[in-house]
């Protein structure tokens, strides 16, 4: 019987305040929605304070890159001009290469065919012959 009293004087006491509690629960409930708005724009504000701060650090970063990236661009740009000119003294020295080669070449040609022609003159046979050829000769050898 003490459940029956409560909800018969409880009730009582509802429909009586109804209006009553109705503005208190509407009262809370606005005072609860109010703080979670409130919660959520506080921590939204802190979010934003933390992105703007990384923000800076990488435009800071940004900014270094560009930079390191500018270094390195000019130092490949030195390094490409200095290809460029070692691919023409490369060009320079292997067409001299080739003409000091052409140059060998001719005058091992015309050293072959002195040295042929050397090989084909007559020997001398006896001693005589031979102090007489060494005699003639000498005028050719002298330093």
């Known amino acids: 019987m003490g459940w029956g009293l409560l909800l018969k ?3 009582g006491f509802v429909k009586k305040f109804w209006p009553y509690i109705l503005i208190a629960l509407l009262l809370v409930s606005i005072y609860f929605y109010w703080q979670h708005l409130t919660s959520t724009i506080e921590s939204q504000a802190a979010t934003i304070a933390l992105q703007k701060d990384t923000i800076k650090a990488l435009q800071q970063k940004v900014e270094t890159c560009e930079t390191n990236f500018a270094g390195v661009k000019g130092s490949l740009d030195a390094q490409n001009a200095a290809l460029a000119d ?14 000091l080669y052409g140059r060998i070449n001719k ?29 003639d000769a000498r005028r050719e050898y002298v330093k």
């Open 9 to 11: 004087y409880g009730l």
């Open 86 to 99: 070692l691919k023409e003294l490369s060009a320079l020295n292997k067409s001299q290469w080739e003409a």
């Open 107 to 135: 005058e091992n040609a015309v050293l072959n065919a002195q040295l042929q022609g050397i090989l084909k003159d007559p020997k001398p046979q006896t001693c005589e012959a031979a102090i007489k050829y060494l005699r």
